[in-house]
Structures are given as C-alpha cells and as structure tokens.
C-alpha cells in the first residue's frame, strides 16, 4: 500500500471486455524449440501470446503436416489468451483475410493484433494500409490490437476507429534499439484513452522498464527474449521491468532539476 497522495492508483490491464493481471506479452517465433517457448513464456508470466497465423503451425487447417508440433500443445488456450496476429502481411487485402483465418482456426476468436507492413528491408508500417485493414475488421465485429508507427496522430486515428489498444514501435521490428522516441510514445499515452503497449525494438529489461515508466500499459516482445543468450532468464528479468517500471510510473519520479538538492535537510545541522 502506498502512503503518498500523490501516487497513482493501479488497475488490471482491460480492453475488448477482459482484464489482465500480467502487463508482459510475448511473441512465439525465434525460439530454440518449443521446449525453450515453453518455459520462456511461463518465466514471463505472461498472459497473452502472440502468434503468427501465416508462420506458425496450429492445426491441420493450416496445411502443415500434422507431424510438425502444434503450439497450442505447449501453450495451451485454456492457459494462455492466444493473439492471432498478422505477421507478414502487405496489404489491408492480406490482413483481412489473415484475421478470418485465424478466427476459424481459434473457434471464432474476435481479439486479434493487426500489422500491415510497408517495406520488406525496415518492416516499418503502412498505416493507410493498416487503417483500411482495421475499419473492414472492426466492422466484422473483430476486437483489433494494432500496431503502428510512434506517430500520435496515427495513433488517435486508430483509436477514432475503434481499435481497443494501440501499439507504437519502439524501433523497428527486430532491432533491440529500444526507444528512439519517448517524447511521441508519451504524447501518445497522454492523448489516448485505450491502452498503449509499445511493440517492436525492445532489446532488453531497461527498455522494457523505460516504456512502463512513460505511462504503456504494456510491452510486447519477442526477439529481446528469443535472441538473448539465455532466453528463459531474459524472461524472468523482462517480467521483473515490466513490474518495476510500472510501480515506478504509479510512485510518480521526482522532479529533474538543474542544480543540486542535499538528500539531508539543511536546517537540522547538529555540529
């Protein structure tokens, strides 16, 4: 319990009618072997995975040989809240029909997280593509996460559309750059009244913690867990940011100044 009153008050991460308790989400790919998913993911604590419909195999539906291992078996739907998402899309066309794909395979799932791409080399997005993509989806009665450039008029244009979280690049799909540039990330959480998880360019705990302690309601990684060195102790330290720069933010920092202030009050000198 907190004793300042000036601190925030918390509450569970909320949006298309659920809550969460964990603010870490997690992609699938890049991993070892599912083995190494696994436990990966459980280190997390992580609620909610994300997994590419094109890429990944989760049922006979997609055309992949049976023999090949299913991820729902490791990371089972009962457990985990599974995000289909569109990976490797490049136009709203692609997406759209990604998404009914995916909603076929996960017994009518509506929560999905939406991403057109616009270059094959950056992996940046194309937000035309992707708001065209969303308005069509949202009005197939689809719950849309969607990501997006760090660009705060973008991001009210998804919102404006009804999409039921926004998430802003860090950096570039795979970079582990971290934040190139807080200054849009926290205009857009200061603008927006859906969640904001930043997504892509995370490459360690302080990123990860950085993006908490400017007001995200989450982080999505993937390749800043997959490509460490050891990726279920990566995981273990990226739930522990997420957590720390959550209360952080909740506490409130203290003022930056431009000259120095004694830690001890100068009026009670005993000698």
Not at 55 to 76: M, Y
Not at 176 to 204: K, M
Not at 255 to 260: I, S, T, V
Request: hydrophobic share 40%; proline share 6%; aromatic share 4%.
């Amino acid at each position: 319990m907190t004793t300042k009153a000036t601190a925030r008050r918390d509450k569970p991460l909320a949006f298309a009618g659920r809550t969460w308790r964990s603010r870490l989400l997690l992609g699938t790919g890049k991993y070892r072997d599912p083995e190494q998913t696994r436990e990966a993911v459980e280190n997390s604590g992580c609620e909610i995975v994300t997994v590419a419909i094109r890429r990944t195999n989760i049922g006979q539906k997609t055309g992949q040989s049976s023999g090949e291992p299913n991820l729902l078996d490791i990371l089972p739907p009962q457990r985990y809240t599974i995000l289909p998402n569109t990976a490797g899309c490049y136009s709203a066309d692609d997406a759209v029909r990604t998404c009914r794909l995916a909603r076929e395979l996960l017994d009518g799932a509506r929560l999905v997280k939406l991403e057109v791409l616009g270059d094959e080399k950056t992996l940046l997005p194309d937000v035309r593509e992707t708001l065209k993509a969303a308005d069509i989806l949202i009005a197939d009665n689809f719950d849309v996460m969607v990501y997006t450039n760090d660009d705060p008029v973008a991001a009210r244009a998804f919102e404006d559309a009804g999409c039921v979280a926004v998430m802003p690049l860090a950096a570039p799909i795979g970079s582990g750059l971290g934040i190139r540039n807080p200054l849009n990330i926290a205009t857009i959480v200061d603008n927006a009244s859906v969640p904001i998880i930043v997504d892509a360019g995370v490459g360690t705990a302080s990123d990860a913690a950085i993006a908490m302690e400017l007001g995200c309601d989450g982080v999505l990684m993937n390749t800043a867990i997959a490509e460490a060195g050891d990726p279920p102790l990566m995981a273990t330290a990226m739930k522990q940011a997420v957590e720390a720069g959550r209360r952080a933010w909740l506490a409130g920092r203290m003022p930056r100044r431009r000259h120095a202030a004694a830690s001890s009050p100068g009026e009670r000198l005993f000698f």
